[in-house]
């Protein structure tokens, strides 16, 4: 059968992993956008917070639909890592990338074990806070939190690791490269990461400096 031919050569996984961590960059840009809801005020927040709430169809076939695309790109990963690995390593080393990224590209495995964590973490934490606490408030609960707040920066840190390569290998994949324009898709690759670091990075500074006080 021919998506099982696909995902047994190499560049089948390839594309596999390319439009995954795609969507999971899309994921991200729709996560942040929802909570910019944050930088406005606690009410907006919320008032967000509950409108996702009051369609819980769309929320549970949502989550399901990113559980499935995460299990797919960590299952894919692995199995990447492990045949590159078997290979002696040589097999996608690239050297034609503007900005060279070797320590990020050898530790993509452990970045991406970090955001797994996190995810956990951090899901958990949102749907089981303290009771009668709504969302908007147990933002301002966690991050005003010392350790909590490191950990999710460290996180962050973690996320920018991975998407710094994996978001240039994507555009690899993909055919979006050429010589004309792989200095600008190299300012991309640190924008993207760059982006998502001081945004979510900066929500919780807002809250463990005090910045968020009134909120
Ligand atoms: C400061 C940054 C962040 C804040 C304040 C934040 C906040 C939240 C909140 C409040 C929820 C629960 C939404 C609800 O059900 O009402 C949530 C869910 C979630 N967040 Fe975050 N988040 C942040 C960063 C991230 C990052 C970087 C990732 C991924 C690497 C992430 C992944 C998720 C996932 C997977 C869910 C569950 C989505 C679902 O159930 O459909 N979040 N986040």
């Not at 050569?9 to 961590?21: L, R």
């Not at 909590?148 to 840190?157: A, E, H, L, Q, T």
Request: glycine share 10%.
């Amino acid at each position: 059968m021919w998506p099982i031919k696909f995902v047994s050569t190499s560049i089948g996984k390839k594309i596999i992993m390319a439009i995954s961590g795609l969507s999971l960059i899309l994921f991200l840009c729709v996560h942040a956008l929802g909570n910019a809801a944050i930088l406005v005020s606690s009410h907006a927040f919320q008032t967000y917070a509950d409108a996702l709430h009051s369609l819980p169809i769309v929320v549970f076939l949502f989550g399901l639909g990113l559980l499935i695309i995460l299990l797919f790109h960590i299952g894919f990963g692995i199995t990447l890592f492990v045949e590159n690995r078997n290979a002696g390593g040589g097999r996608y080393a690239v050297n034609s990338r503007v900005v060279q990224n070797s320590f990020a590209s050898k530790t993509m495995p452990y970045s991406g074990l970090c955001i797994l964590i996190f995810i956990l973490i951090h899901v958990f934490g949102f749907n089981n806070g303290p009771s009668g606490v709504e969302v908007s408030q147990l933002v301002k609960h966690y991050f005003s939190n010392f350790f909590y707040s490191i950990f999710y920066i460290f996180s962050f840190c973690a996320l920018a690791l991975h998407l710094f390569h994996g978001f240039w290998s994507m555009l690899q994949t993909l055919g979006i490269n050429h010589p004309r324009y792989n200095n600008g898709i190299a300012k991309l690759t640190l924008i993207v990461p760059a982006f998502f670091l001081l945004f979510f990075g900066g929500i919780v500074l807002y809250f463990l400096t005090g910045l968020g006080a009134s909120y």
